[in-house]
């Protein structure tokens, strides 16, 4: 089933790519894998999908050692200071960069792991406060200041816009968020600023965003199904 839903997601990405003049290939799926086990990872590897996120730093921890040596774990969650040591081992990109503290105490352990790590800066930009991420005005002193940690290379900007009804009603929040990250592009903020990453869009909406310009869509349920719940 899992095999089956991943492919039947990249063709529909390919679609929503080409629909507006993209290829398929700029946009990367990430398999929303938390709250399954391990062999879920498994059996997505099997079918050729390399790309998981995760939100708790535990389980990226526990499903490194037991998963493929291959695949890659974006973390897309909340990450407290005091884990910024385990995400900088066990992850490969930090999604949800949204304060300096953070920055820094990420950028201080990869210094010492001699490893430099793609970040991406969590905007709030529907403005919700049951949302995580640094405020639209506030994104570009931060994406400036993250710029001047060497072992940081801050490629884009993420979202998580409001619930909304529809993934229409969610097209707003991913133009502002391409518009952002071009605006900051402009300004020079980024390590590679011809190549921004937009990580936006999740299985009720990604076509949507990628329609606005997402080059990452995170993915869980459309792949995997409904979550276990939280124990
Ligand atoms: C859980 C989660 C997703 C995946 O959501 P689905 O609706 O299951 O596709 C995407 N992004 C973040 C940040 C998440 O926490």
Redesign the pocket.
């Known amino acids: 089933m899992i095999t089956e839903n991943i492919a039947r997601i990249k063709r529909l990405i390919q679609e929503a790519a080409e629909k507006s003049g993209r290829s398929a290939d700029s946009v990367k799926l990430v398999a929303?894998s938390?709250r399954f086990p391990a062999s879920v990872i498994e059996e997505a590897c099997a079918g050729g999908q390399l790309l998981f996120?995760e939100?708790y730093i535990q389980e990226v921890q526990l499903k490194r050692e037991k998963a493929p040596k291959n695949i890659r774990f974006h973390f897309?969650?909340h990450l407290q200071t005091n884990k910024a040591k385990i995400a900088a081992q066990c992850c490969d990109v930090i999604e949800t960069i949204d304060r300096l503290k953070l920055g820094i105490s990420l950028n201080r352990h990869l210094e010492n792991l001699n490893k430099s790590m793609d970040v991406l800066v969590q905007v709030n930009i529907g403005e919700d406060p049951k949302k995580a991420g640094v405020a639209k005005e506030d994104a570009e002193i931060l994406v400036k200041e993250l710029q001047s940690l060497p072992n940081l290379k801050v490629r884009g900007l993420m979202t998580?816009p409001p619930i909304e009804p529809t993934a229409e009603h969610s097209r707003r929040y991913f133009r502002q968020l391409r518009l952002l990250a071009r605006d900051l592009a402009d300004k020079g903020f980024f390590t590679t600023p011809d190549e921004i990453e937009l990580s936006m869009g999740?299985?009720?909406d990604y076509k949507v965003a990628i329609e606005e310009g997402a080059t990452i869509v995170?993915?869980?349920?459309?792949i995997f199904g409904n979550r276990p719940a939280i124990q």
């Open positions: 929303v938390k996120g939100n897309i969650g998580m999740m299985s009720s995170r993915v869980g349920t459309a």
